[in-house]
Every structure is written in C-alpha cells, then in structure tokens.
DNA sequence: AATGAATGAGGATTCATTCAT
DNA sequence: GATGAATGAATCCTCATTCAT
C-alpha cells in the first residue's frame, strides 16, 4: 500500500467514479460525496485532488474525449483509404467502449454543461472541430465541395444517434447506430450534386 | 373584488418562465423562486398551482411540445404529397418559433431529465412515435420498405441539428439546418438500396 | 402571533443575539447557526433577513454604535458649557448600558474587523470623526489650538479604557475608567503649552 | 546528512511566519497551512514542532512581547532618572520595531484572544502587571501617591494608541503617539492634586 | 527530519416546500 | 387568490490534525 505517488491514481479513480455516478443519475445532480464515496475514498480527499466539484466535471470531460479521440485515431491508422477510414470514425463513434450506457449518458451531460461552463465550451468547440476535420478530408475525394456540408451532416447525426440512445431504455445497440450512419453516408455517396427531393 | 379565473393565467405564465429561465441558465439548475419571480408571483403561488418543481418542469415539457407539434401539424396540412408533407415536417423543425435559442436549451434539458423522471421519459417517447409515423407515413411512396430506417435516420438528425444549435453561441440559424435535413432526405430518395460506401 | 411584518422583529433579535454570542465567545468565531438559536430561530430564517454573516455583524456593529451615539446625544443636550459636555460624552462612553461586558467585547471585536471588511472600516472611521469632532468643538473654548489633539489623547484613551475592560476579568469598572479619563481632561487642561516632561 | 538541530530554526520561522500572517491577513483568521507555506515547510512539520494551532499563536505571542520587553529593558538602561526612565518607556513602546503595522495587527489579535485562552490571559496579565511596575516606580518620585492612578492611565493610552494605530491606513506615525503620551505625561506632572475640570 | 496522504467534523449557504394569515 | 414567514435537509468546501513512509 504505496503511500506515495498516490495522486494520479486518486484522480483517475475519481474520473471514472465521476462518469459513472452521472451515467447512473443521468443528470449532472450528483454529489462530491456520492462521487469520492464510488472511487473509495473522502469527498475531503476528493476536493484535495480536484479543487471543485467543476474540477471534476471537466476532467471526467477530458478523459471522455480522450478515450472517443483514442479510439478513433486508433481505428484511422488501420484504414485504407478515404472510404475506410470514414467507416472507421463510424465504427470508433458507436464502439462498445464510447457507446456504453453510462458514457453516452455523461457525455451528453457535459455537452448541456457547455452551455454554462467555458471551458465545457471550448472542449466541445474542439471535439466538433476536430471531427469536422476528420471527415472532411476524408469526404474530400468523394465528395469535392460538398465535402463540408456532408461531414457536417455526419457530424450532426452522429450526436442525434448519440442523443436518442441516451434515451431509450435497454441496452444501447451500437450496430443499428453504425448502420443508419452508414447508410447516409451511402446515399450521400451515391452521385452528384442534385439536391431537389 | 376576488379575482377569479386566475388559474390559467398563472400557469401559462409561470410554463413560459420556466422555459426563459432553463434557457437563460442553459440547465435545470433553475430555482422555483426564480421562475415565480419571472412569472410575477411569489414562489408559493406556484407551488399552489404546481405541487412540485418538477410539475413545473413538465408542464413546461409538455407546452414545448405542444407548440412544436401544432406548427407540424399546420404545415403538414397545406402540404401536397409525401415530398411536401416531409419538407413541411422539417421545416417546422426549425422554424423561429421552435428553434429559438431558449427553446433549443430547455428541450434538451427536458430530453435529459427524462433519464430520470418516468414522465418526462414518457413525453419523449411519445414526440418520437409521432415524429416515427409522421415521417415514416410520408417516406412509404417514396422509399418503400426502407421507409422505417430513413425516418429513423431523418428523426436523429433533426435531433443532432438542435443538440448542436444548443451549443452554438450566436443566433439559430434554422435555415442552415433545413438545408443540412432536406440534404439528407434527397440523397436517401435519390434511389435504390445499395448501401457498400 | 403574528405573521406578517415579523422582519424588523427578526431583525432586532437577530443584532441582539449577534452581539451577545460575540460577547459570550469572546471573538468573531460565533456561528450563524449559534446566532439563530439564540434568537429563536432557525439558520435559514437569519439568513433570509440578512444575506450573509458579514450582515449580520455589519448590523450589529452599526446597532452597539448607534446605541453609543444616542447614549452619548442624550447625555450632550442635557450638558451646560464646556466642561459639562466633555464629562457628558465621558460618562456616557462608560455608562452601564456601554459598558457591559459583551458589549464591550464585541466593541472591540468589531474593531478589530475593521482591518478586514471595508463596511467596518467605514463605520469605525465615522465613529472616530464623530468622537474627534464633539470632543474637539468642546476643547476649543478650554485648550484653544491645542484641542484637536487634546482630543485625539482623549478619545485614544477611551479607546484604550475599553480595551483594557475586555481583558479584565470581573464586573466592568465604569466610575474607573470616568475617573482615568476626567483626570487625564483636568490634567490637560490645567494650564499653556509647556511639553517637557 | 540528517539534519540536526533544526528545531528551533524551524519554530522561530514558524513564529515569525505566524505574526506576518496574522499581520496581513487582519485576524486569527489564518490557517495552519499558510503560516507553515510562509515559513518554508509543510503544515505536518508546523503541527510536529508545535502540537497544535493554538501553540504556535501562543508562541508567536510570546515572541512579540518578548520583543517589546527587551526593547524597553534596553531603553531603561540607558536612562537617567525617573523622566527619562519614563519617555524611555514610551518611546520604544512606539519605536519602528514595535509599531510595524503587521506586529501591532497581530498583538491587538492576539490581546483578544486572551478572551478565549487563558494562557494568552496570562501573558496579558503579565504584560499589564511589568507595565504599571516599571511606570509606577518612575512615577513615584514624580507623582507621589498619584504613581498608580497616572501609570494606569497611562498605560491605558498607550493600548489606545496602538489599538488606533491597528485602524489607519497607511504607514504607522509612531512620532505622534510618542509625542500624545508625552504630553499626557507632561500635563499629569505639571503640578498638584487638583482634579476637578 | 520531513511530507504527502487522508479524514472527521463543522459551517455557511441554498432551496423546495409548508403554513398561517 | 396570494404571500411572507419559516424550516429541514442538503451540499460544497475548509481545515486542524494524524499517520505511514
């Protein structure tokens, strides 16, 4: 039993107890003390580590899009080219790991929490960029100017199916999700620039 | 002279606060004082009106979805055909009145409380069969047995659309968000079921 | 029992217990909860009167000054030349009602606040005009020139009469401290502007 | 090289970081941590020199007056006669050392501690008893049986002078309190019995 | 000697809710 | 119908103090 060293260990454990307790509450209505209480510990230790419940929020935030950026970038390396790796981000986004109850729940948390918190703000800022990014270079050759519009879209959908599976019961199903993405992705591939439905 | 005839009054006032102060605080961390304050009123008129703080809450719920299904149900009944019929569907999704900055915050704060209020889960389920059969309806001539998926599809989409308006600073832009949904609905009717991106 | 226009009621125990508790702890170190208690209340209604603890002894500060202000008015109208009006404020800066012990020791406690909070410090600056300002135009006739800073020792001695209360244990010895301070008065003023010693 | 000898090095930081602290921050209001952070050390090793909080503000008032005691001792010694003997008296109580800002904060916080402490009581009393002896044996010959009453009185002003000290902002003016107990003194000695103003 | 780790106890403040008028 | 009065229950956060290393 390391007495020493003992911090980043203390404030991982509190990261994920931090994403649990919101995934179980669903609701950002969690206490310091529910929280240190999961990670096994004293909320009094819990506020020495981290020096707000804030604190908390935005590390579990961090760690949340660490994993997703993780995974993604993970899966990008394995894929051939710019169809490959479109599926790929698909894939990553609705992994069991990023698509778990409990991460999807917190996830969209912290996203509501943006609207309050700066620097929420300017992680989600991030994520969006960078996803917008990642897409769009990889619809570049495939879809020429309209690159942007359709990452866009993809993007959007994405949080959508992010939002209706933090909202049914049961467990979430991570095929269905790549399916319906993958599927507008198809139909925005299919051809050219007409637009009259 | 005992003023009678009060109570619609006040609980149309007291929804509508609700509403302007879960938008302007971009959560539900909004205090019943607050909101009677808003609505004119002393906090324990509203909760004569309201037995709870959460009644409140979805009574506002309620109200948001009402006023967005009526202004559906108006366009749809000027729309001619299953392609009018869906654009109606989607640009009533977006028009001012639904997809003003305040709305847009206090619906997705109600759509997370329904991880937690039974009632609230309830509300949601119900827009979504709605939204399910109005789109799904209209898709049947137009893509067939694909119908079901593309309107679940289209359903997430929109509700991505509002989750990163909600995230947005700056104002709505709806028309933004009709172009990226009506983008989606052309290239999945464009034809068949070819699906390997 | 009344229920409507209990806040100055309220209030006024609140000041009272305030300085009591203070008295009896000797230091600041008193909490709203032990406050409220002895004002027959609980600690949310104390806070609901008065925001804060900082309030709280901000009012209690300005309620043992201006009790001292009226003792001291009262005592001025009733005083007939010069003389008169300085033994007036003397006796009334150590008359019982002044100089009871709790009162003392929250005086001084307050004082000593005054290097912390600006409001306090604003209230001891007025105290200290006041006192320069009656003592001052009260010398005039009697030390001529040298009455402003006849009056300065003066009411430094006061305040130092009162310091010396609060750490003696036992009854408070108002007819001492007149006696300290009248002979201090006739020493002065017993003749020129010789300075030696 | 283990270190040794390091305990009183260590208490007399201690000591010192306490009376700044308490100096600037205006109050007892200080904790553990910041004193043992000023003095160069961990709050473990402040709580392993002194056992507890209080000792360390029980030491730190031991250091100041041992301070005042030494420079009036000194003073004394290079005095001739009972009026020199006196101003000697006076003017260390106000020399700079003394009167920094930051000790005369700390010495009126820690004179309202003895309300609370009976070991800073003592001290106090300490302090009181050596003050009216060392005046009251220079006032003897000056004075006659008026020693006692002029010491007290004197004594009083001279805690008056510091306890207005405490309050004014800006640098300290140990020159005007010298010269306002000077001239309480002269006007004690001036001459007779007479009391009456 | 020295400190990071750890916690229990406490305290100010907030707030939904109830009640008497 | 309407509200000021009132409170219990929480919750975040602080801090003196202890302990293992």
Redesign the interface.
Same mark, same amino acid.
């Given at each position: 039993m390391p007495k020493v060293g003992m911090e980043p260990i203390r404030k991982t454990a509190l990261v994920k107890a931090t994403i649990v307790e919101i995934g179980r509450?669903? &609701? +950002?209505d969690v206490t310091v003390a529910q929280i240190a209480r999961r990670a096994g510990m004293s909320s009094a230790l819990a506020h020495h580590y981290f020096g707000s419940k804030e604190d908390m929020f935005l590390a579990a935030m961090r760690h949340i899009m660490t994993l997703y950026g993780a995974e993604v970038r993970g899966a990008l390396a394995l894929a051939q080219g710019p169809?490959e790796r +479109?599926?790929a981000v698909i894939v990553a986004s609705f992994s069991p790991a990023n698509f778990r109850r409990e991460a999807v &729940?917190a996830w %969209?948390?912290f996203?509501? @929490? *943006? $609207?309050?918190v700066p620097e929420a703000?300017r992680l /989600?800022a991030v994520y $969006?960029r960078r996803m917008q990014s990642t897409l769009g270079s990889a619809l570049r050759p495939l879809a020429g100017p309209r690159a942007g #519009? /359709?990452a !866009?879209?993809l993007? &959007? @959908?994405?949080?959508? +199916?992010y @939002?209706?599976q *933090? @909202?049914r019961?049961g467990a979430p199903d991570g095929d269905a999700a790549v399916?319906?993405a993958?599927?507008? %992705? !198809?139909? #925005? +591939?299919?051809?050219g620039p007409?637009?009259?439905?």
């Open positions: 509450a669903g &609701s +950002l169809k +479109l599926r &729940s %969209l948390n996203w509501l @929490l *943006a $609207q309050t703000q /989600v $969006q #519009e /359709v !866009a879209g993007g &959007s @959908l994405i949080d959508g +199916l @939002l209706r *933090a @909202l019961p399916r319906t993958m599927a507008y %992705l !198809a139909a #925005e +591939l299919r051809d007409d637009r009259s439905p």
